[in-house]
Each structure stands twice: as C-alpha cells, then as structure tokens.
C-alpha cells in the first residue's frame, strides 16, 4: 500500500512563480487535509475536504487554493509565491467515522521561495 | 479557541531513563486526542488515539494516558531509537475530523 503520496519532494519557487502540490491517497479515506509545519512549529491547517467536490478553508489559507474532483488527489496551488510561503506541506487523509478517525500523512514537500 | 500545549519543548534522557510528554489541551468538545511520532525530514506517524478521560493505549516502550485537560505519553526504558519529536493534537466533535496541534516535543535519548 502506498498510502499516501506527495509531489514533488523538493522545491525551490521564484517569488511570484506559482506551482501545484500534488496529493494523492489510495485508501479510499473521505477526509483529507494539507498542512504546512514551519521550523519548531506544529502544523497549521491550510485546507481540507470532507469529500470530493467540497473544501474549506483551516487556520491559514491565504495564498493557497485547493481542488477535489476524485476521492483519490487533492492539488494544493499556490499562486504568486511569497517567502512566508516557504515551508514544509504535509497532505494527510483519514476515514472520518466511528473510531477510524486518525489521520495518515504523506512525507511531505519542503519548499523555499526566494 | 481550541488549543493545545506540549511540555517540554526539549527532552534530553539517557537510555534508560523513563520520563513523560504532556499535552495539556482546550477544545470545544473533544472527539479524540492524538499522538504522533515524527521523524527528521517525514510526515507524522500515527501512535494512539483517546477518546475519554481515563482511557489508556500502550505500544512497546510507550504509554499515553487521558484525563480531562491533558494527555501524557510516559516512555519507559528509552533506547536511542526513540529519539524523535512527539506531536499531540486534538480533534473536536465537529463534521470535519480536523487535527489542531500543539509545537511537540522533541526527544533525544542518548546511549
């Protein structure tokens, strides 16, 4: 099982560039999340989806758009790059009910804007 | 505002040397607290769910406890294999199963 997988691993942005951070879980879970952890920091909930066709926005949204159109992938854009942007993402999904409600997280995408 | 608190910051221990991780937490109503491993450079892996003050889970060296405001994770005979940054999080009885965490611990255990 590969769980779930995150593209690319690495990368450097240009400010200003914009780039989509991909997602993608094999376990059926509903629920998926993307996170953003900065150095000494607990992660902070960017955006999550209850299902495809339905996103809200967590804690910190602002330069960040998402997309769910299959119950599998949930992109992360980020349009006009800024150095606060610069951050380790992590994507995570969960089965959302009853007692199964752990989250399972991807290894991450460490990104720097410059 | 739903919150969460990790203690302490930094965790140094010699192998051997049992000690506990606490997360002390404030939550509108709490569906689950969470307790997470992480690794230098990857994700969060997942440890143990509570779900009711009173409630125990253990796996290995490792023993987290609930009560009403707080959680501990007590780690008993710490090898250096342990060593990693504990994360805890909350989860609250709303529709979207999200996870609110507090900064974690970071454990090194030294031979």
């Known amino acids: 099982n590969a769980g779930v997988t995150q593209t690319p691993k690495f990368r450097i942005l240009k400010i200003g560039q914009s780039m989509t951070l991909q997602c993608a879980q094999d376990m059926n879970h509903n629920y998926m999340y993307w996170y953003r952890q900065d150095p000494g920091m607990g992660l902070k909930l960017i955006y999550y989806?209850?299902?495809?066709?339905?996103?809200d926005k967590g804690e910190v949204p602002n330069g960040y758009n998402v997309s769910r159109s299959t119950t599998e992938d949930f992109p992360l854009r980020l349009e006009l790059a800024a150095p606060s942007q610069t951050s380790v993402y992590f994507c995570a999904s969960s089965y959302g009910a009853y007692q199964n409600t752990e989250a399972f997280f991807g290894q991450g995408t460490r990104l720097t804007v410059v | 505002e739903d919150q969460v608190t990790q203690s302490p910051e930094a965790l140094r221990l010699q192998e051997g040397e049992s000690s506990s991780l606490n997360c002390s937490y404030t939550?509108?109503?709490?569906?689950?607290l969470f307790w997470y491993r992480q690794d230098p450079g990857k994700g969060p892996e997942f440890l143990f769910t509570?779900?009711?003050a009173g409630e125990e889970k253990e796996k290995e060296r490792l023993k987290a406890t609930l009560t009403k405001k707080e959680s501990f994770l007590h780690i008993t005979a710490p090898k250096p294999e342990d060593s990693a940054t504990y994360l805890c999080?909350?989860?609250?009885?709303?529709?979207?199963?999200?996870?609110?965490f507090g900064s974690g611990t970071r454990l090194l255990v030294r031979p």
């Open positions: 989806s209850v299902g495809a066709g339905i996103t």
């Open positions: 999080a909350v989860q609250a009885e709303d529709s979207s199963y999200k996870l609110i």
């Open positions: 509570l779900y009711s």
């Open positions: 939550v509108s109503g709490l569906r689950g």
